[in-house]
């Protein structure tokens, strides 16, 4: 479960949620995005979306779900709330908890993907290449 963990952020150890003020992945979204705090409940039920989406669609991936660390970020878009996850299975020794992971390559070690929370779709999913 997740547990407070310093001004904005819930942390079990391996989950991180930046605070709006943070406006992290900024590049990653239109201009004038919105940023809002995702709740614990708000992160359990992107989570459940997220999976059910990895066994239709990359169910090699859901095998490896538990060895991720995450980030996720609220924004709106379009009117809806939507939460980012940005999921790793390698911090590249930054202090994850505090700065985006941003790798261009690294395969599927690196991956995101957007969840809207009143429709549970799940879209813009990527997964790195390899270099």
Known sequence: MLSEAGAGKLDDGNIVIFSPSRRAFSFAFQPGVQYWMPSKEDVARCERHFVDFLKKEA??????LH??????VGIVMNAERIIYINLFCHDLGLDWKNQE????????????????LKTGICYDFVVNGVA
């Open 67 to 72: 060895s991720y660390k995450r980030q996720y």
């Open 59 to 64: 169910p090699g991936l859901l095998q490896k």
């Open 101 to 116: 992971v941003i790798v261009d390559d690294g395969g599927d070690c690196y991956l995101n993907i957007k969840v809207n």
